[in-house]
């Protein structure tokens, strides 16, 4: 997998002090515009196209935040981070999920053994992880997309916050159930993207990983008939709420989802507190899947590698760019704790651009 190039994503100095710029965790294409995500806030940030003389994609600025308070209600408020990790767009909605994990306390360099031993042994639940987020998007005056609250009949709602969220879900199920009490760096519950395809909402778990086999866990959210404000699992053909799949990455969990006509773009990772290997896998077909299901290694297309650092350059998102420039695919990938080569000069960080296919 070739990095062709890389572009500057720029951000405004509220978000560089939030660190949003080095915390990017989501990613996803709309016109000439990303929605883009940190995992240290409870925002969105939209950021636009700019151009080279050639006109080819040479970078996104001119950011706009969406606090996600501000279009939806979140269990623990605007000030509580929601670790946002998946982003989607699709029918006119924008996609938000949190990632559904509790948090083990790291143990702080120069601290006392007892308390590191204190520390690794407090596990914390931080509310406004626990929500998916989804927001009409309207096209503002300027001609760009824009997350609202209301349009017409159509309402931003979350799943969430009621006794409702993912993980209430899954409290049932028995594979996943067993590891809702376990911190997400531990193997536990972690969320780590999300892609929509029609009325299907596809989640992808970075945690568990089961005897080396990832999950992804499908459901087909629909406005609460009592509330437009909220969401609920629309039962699927067979009665179920949400179905699972389980597919053979070798080890390595799901950091992202990228929908790609029929087929699902996988970006894969390590489960726990590891740099590599990184890599892209295809899922053929997957939107046609109509029943829960097992895809072993043989079924998946490895696209290729993706570089990572040594404890920097962790890619978090993928986002297929709708323009080819030369023939073939391309991906704009982001980084979660970028090394000092992508940090420039002016406050942003540099994305990879990379060719999927001739």
């Known amino acids: 997998m070739i990095v062709e190039r890389r572009v500057e994503l720029s951000f405004g100095r509220d978000s560089r002090e939030a660190g949003t710029h080095t915390n990017l965790s989501a990613v996803r294409q709309d016109g000439r515009c990303l929605w883009v995500a940190g995992d240290e806030t409870a925002t969105v940030e939209r950021l636009t196209a700019r151009t080279d003389e050639r006109g080819r ?27 946002i990790e998946g982003l989607a767009r699709g029918g006119g909605w924008l996609w938000a999920i949190g990632s559904h994990s509790l948090k083990r306390k790291k143990i702080k360099p120069g601290q006392s053994e007892g308390k590191a031993r204190k520390r690794l ?3 914390v639940r931080e509310d406004n992880r626990f929500v998916l987020a989804r927001l009409p998007l309207v096209t503002g005056g300027d001609g760009l997309p824009e997350a609202v609250a209301e349009d017409g009949d159509r309402t931003a709602a979350v799943l969430g916050g009621h006794g409702d969220s993912i993980t ?3 409290a049932d199920d028995p594979h996943l159930a067993p590891f809702l009490a376990i911190p997400s760096k531990d193997n536990g519950i972690d969320v780590e993207g999300i892609a929509v395809h029609g009325d299907r909402l596809y989640i992808g778990l970075r945690g568990p990983v089961l005897r080396g086999w990832a999950v992804l866990v499908e459901i087909r959210p629909e406005t609460h008939p009592d509330d437009p404000a909220r969401l609920r699992p629309r039962p699927l053909g067979d009665g ?9 990455l070798g080890g390595l969990g799901i950091r992202d989802l ?3 006509g029929d087929d699902l773009l996988v970006l894969t990772g390590p489960t726990m507190d590891l740099d590599g290997p990184v890599r892209v896998v295809r899922w053929k077909g997957a939107a046609k899947v109509d029943a829960p299901d097992v895809v072993p290694a043989g079924e998946l297309e490895v696209l290729g590698e993706l570089p990572y650092g040594d404890g920097d350059d962790h890619a978090e998102g993928i986002a297929v760019l709708d323009a080819p420039e030369g023939g073939g695919t391309r991906l704009l990938v982001v980084y979660d704790s970028p090394s000092a080569e992508r940090l420039t000069p002016g406050g942003g960080v540099l994305a990879d651009v990379v060719v999927l296919a001739p």
Not at 57 to 83: H, K, M, N, S
Not at 240 to 248: C, V
């Open 258 to 260: 990228c929908p790609h």
């Open 240 to 248: 179920a709420r949400y179905r699972t799949h389980f597919l053979d």
């Open 57 to 83: 994609l040479a970078g996104y600025g001119a950011q706009r935040t969406v606090a996600l308070a501000d279009l939806v209600p979140l269990p623990a408020g605007r000030d509580e981070e929601a670790d």
């Open 121 to 123: 042994a407090t596990v």
């Open 168 to 170: 209430d879900l899954l």
